[in-house]
């Protein structure tokens, strides 16, 4: 069965700081893909990365990282220099390409707060 | 611009009174899905559909009905709500490669009391 756990279920940090969220995932797949998405106080979804399962290059883009090990089964977020905007619910999740249309299986959520 | 559409955003309604949520994305997808949103709990799928006329049921399909008459719709129908269903819902689509990102709705919070 494939599982992902996000352990942080709330982080609060002041603006400024560096945060980073933590996800750890489950599957015995050796094809899978790996998102993060961000919610904000407005409720929808925002799709921020997907990495696939062969790529474990890290990346970079703005103030946003990720950080993907497949030794450890991580696949890690982190904000630099946070702002108040980043204040959201940010979702882990995982997809197994041809598993029940397409599913996402997604991870308890970290609510994030980033205080002035 | 590439969307998927979910009506209404916002329903409170009573136990056992017939609802639909409608669901319309405009991006061609193959695969469509429903997710129900509970805190602590993530999102969890509740049915999906691969193509027109082919449904099934996901993680959490009790209480629940969908159908899939044409590519870009996909309702979710609660025939008989009750107020365990009080959630936020998400509909989303995928194309049939799977190896994009799942686009979603604006979410429909209803509360059944």
């Known amino acids: 069965a494939q599982k992902v756990t996000q352990a942080q279920t709330e982080i609060s940090v002041v603006e400024k700081e560096d945060v980073t969220l933590d996800c750890v995932y489950e599957t015995r797949d050796t094809t899978y893909y790996l998102f993060w998405y961000k919610q904000p106080p407005s409720g929808e979804l925002v799709f921020l990365i997907r990495r696939n399962s062969f790529d474990e290059q890290n990346e970079i883009s703005g103030r946003y990282s990720w950080n993907f090990q497949k030794s450890t089964s991580s696949f890690n977020f982190t904000i630099t220099a946070s702002q108040v905007v980043d204040s959201a619910v940010y979702f882990c999740?995982?997809?197994?390409?041809?598993?029940?249309?397409?599913?996402?299986?997604f991870g308890q959520g970290t609510e994030l707060s980033v205080k002035p | 611009e590439a969307q998927v559409t979910q009506n209404p955003r916002y329903l409170i309604t009573v136990t056992g009174k017939k609802l639909t949520v409608t669901c319309s994305q405009n991006m061609n997808h193959e695969y469509m899905s429903w997710y129900r949103q509970d805190p602590g709990l993530g999102l969890r799928q509740i049915y999906y559909?691969?193509?027109?006329?082919?449904?099934d049921k996901g993680d959490v399909p009790e209480g629940y009905k969908v159908s899939r008459k044409e590519k870009r719709n996909f309702p979710l129908i609660l025939e008989s709500p009750s107020p365990n269903q009080t959630s936020l819902y998400f509909c989303?689509?995928?194309?049939?490669?799977?190896?994009?990102?799942?686009?979603f709705g604006q979410g429909t919070r209803l509360t059944v009391v």
């Open positions: 989303a689509s995928r194309s049939r490669t799977g190896v994009t990102e799942a686009f």
């Open positions: 999740a995982l997809s197994l390409i041809y598993n029940q249309g397409g599913k996402l299986i």
């Open positions: 559909s691969m193509n027109v006329e082919v449904t």
